[in-house]
Structures are given as C-alpha cells and as structure tokens.
C-alpha cells in the first residue's frame, strides 16, 4: 500500500519516548514516536486531503496514537479518513519502518466495514510493541477465523492527497483510487500489472493477507490541481 511539508511535521514530534512492549510476540524496544504527528489539527488537515472536499469534508477522521488510531472528527457521509503510517506496508518490506511515510486514505462506507478493522488492529499491534513476524502470524490467523471479513463489495479508498510521501524514491508517486477484492479472482483477470498500467496489482506479497489490492491511477490531485506533468515518476 503501501509524506511532504510533512517533514517538518514528523521533527516537530520530537521528544524521545520509548515505548512498552509485549511480552507475547513483542519486537525489541523501538522508539515510535518519530510515527506520531505532534499536532492533532495538521494530522486531521492531511487525512482529509486524501480525497476531494465533497467527500473529506463530511468524513469522519482518525488520528494515530500510542495506542493505535482513534476518531478524532465524525464524519456524516460514511467515509473514514486516516494518514497511514510505513507499518501498513508488507511484513519484511525494506522501508516498513520509515518514519517519513504519510498515506492519506480516505475509505469508502463498505471499505470501512471491512478493511478498515484490519488496518487499525495492526496499528494498534504495532503502537504497543507486538513484532511484523507476530503481526503476520495474527493477520492470518485472524483471516482464517473470519475476525477479519473479507472486502464488501464495492469496497474502495482515495489516494489522492498531493502532500502524501509514500517512498524516499519518488514521495507523491500520483494520485490513485483503491479498490479491494479477495484473491479468489486474480489480478491477471483483472488485467493488472504490477508496473505502470491502466490497473496496477498493489497486493503486499507476504502471504499474510487474501487481500487484492488494485490502484488506478487519475489525473487530478484532491484539490484539483493536475498529475499529469509528473507522469509516473
């Protein structure tokens, strides 16, 4: 799944605080606060520049803590607007700890319902010191007991904030719709790549999780302005 003026954000989040972890499945003392955004406001601003105003506006919204997410403004039109931290990446993922990573989603009504629940249990594993290897373990155990459904139909996100830093390599990359599906029809059939394309195949590839993943890209950031100088770099 996989950012901006962002990293002036990520410094004002200073202060140095070790967080308590887990017995059970933990991973060695990390410090996690350079994940927190210091400022809930600005957190809450960039959430919603996931999506257009029409949508992001009437959004309920989330923030991240030491504990996980949790709502910091209700929304009215069903959607959820969150800034998505590294961690959300694939398990084993070379940049699953980089702090610069901002992913501004907004999740549509069915996404909420049931991709949503997996996103925040995994925050909130992470934010409490359970290990990536522990968190695969529970992400599929949690799928093959049903405590994680499956994507609703119709299910979907924007990607479309311009102020989103998804990677040191290229940080706005470009705006983009999700949508989500179980793997039971591939992405071939689909005719994803995992390249550029018309649909790209943005599936982690780590086993833990059924879920497909595809993005298509648009033209146009949240606010309107055009992506398509920068093409695909």
């Known amino acids: 799944m996989p950012i901006r003026a962002m990293t002036s954000?990520?410094?004002?989040?200073?202060?140095?605080?070790?967080?308590t972890i887990e017995p059970a499945g933990a991973q060695q003392a990390r410090d996690l606060t350079p994940y927190l955004m210091g400022d809930r406001a600005a957190e809450i601003a960039l959430a919603r520049t996931a999506a257009p105003a029409s949508v992001s506006d009437s959004a309920t919204v989330l923030v991240l803590t030491r504990n996980g997410f949790v709502?910091?403004?209700?929304?009215?039109?069903?959607?959820?607007?969150?800034?998505?931290?590294?961690?959300?990446r694939q398990v084993g993922a070379p940049d699953f700890w980089d702090p610069l990573m901002r992913a501004p989603h907004c999740l549509n009504a069915p996404a909420v319902r049931t991709v949503l629940p997996e996103m925040l249990k995994r925050a909130e594993w992470i934010m409490t010191g359970v290990s990536?290897?522990?968190?695969?373990?529970?992400?599929?155990?949690?799928?093959?007991?049903?405590e994680f459904p499956m994507p609703a139909p119709?299910?979907?996100?924007y990607m479309l904030s311009p102020e989103q830093y998804l990677a040191d390599t290229n940080p706005h990359w470009m705006p983009h719709l999700m949508f989500f599906y179980d793997r039971s029809m591939p992405a071939s059939a689909w005719g994803a790549s995992t390249n550029m394309g018309t649909v790209i195949d943005g599936s982690p590839d780590d086993g833990s999780s059924p879920i497909l993943t595809l993005l298509i890209p648009v033209r146009q950031w949240s606010n309107g302005t055009s992506a398509m100088s920068q093409g695909a770099n």
């Open 154 to 157: 119709g299910a979907m996100a």
């Open 71 to 88: 709502k910091a403004a209700s929304g009215t039109n069903g959607f959820t607007c969150m800034v998505v931290r590294s961690f959300a």
């Open 9 to 19: 954000v990520v410094a004002a989040a200073a202060a140095a605080a070790l967080f």
């Open 132 to 146: 990536p290897t522990e968190i695969a373990t529970r992400t599929r155990r949690a799928y093959a007991s049903h």
